[in-house]
């Protein structure tokens, strides 16, 4: 099993910026593909990023193509979300997980899901 902790969320004005990051311990974290979701107030939680296991490849919703950057650092055993001009419909708490292909999205493989680190974002 493997076990991630988010952080890096906090309150912010439209336009600035976040960095998260997910820390993985447990399970090879390496050897798979992660992503970030995130869960809106009254919304159902949705893909936000994914990114494979040696950073060959990203994917991104089309609602934050160009503004956020997924990353990873397999040596640190961490997942990072550059998150670059926000917009108040980002507000969400973010959640990351180990991913697998679902279609045209990308879904949860395996795990719980985390506590989640909010993401407040101010008009």
């Known amino acids: 099993q493997v076990q991630l902790v988010e952080s890096g969320g906090g309150l912010v004005q439209a336009g600035g910026s976040l960095r998260l990051s997910c820390a993985a311990s447990g399970r090879t974290f390496s050897s798979y593909a992660m992503g970030w979701f995130r869960q809106g107030p009254g919304q159902e939680r949705e893909f936000v990023a994914a990114i494979s296991w040696g950073s060959l490849s990203t994917y991104y919703a089309d609602s934050v193509k160009g503004r956020f950057t997924i990353s990873r650092d397999n040596g640190r055993n961490t997942l990072y979300l550059q998150m670059n001009s926000l917009k108040p419909e980002d507000t969400a708490v973010y959640y990351c997980?180990?991913?697998?292909?679902?279609?045209?999205?990308?879904?949860?493989?395996?795990?719980?899901w985390g506590q989640g680190t909010q993401v407040t974002v101010s008009s």
């Open positions: 997980a180990a991913v697998i292909r679902d279609g045209s999205t990308w879904v949860k493989s395996f795990g719980s």
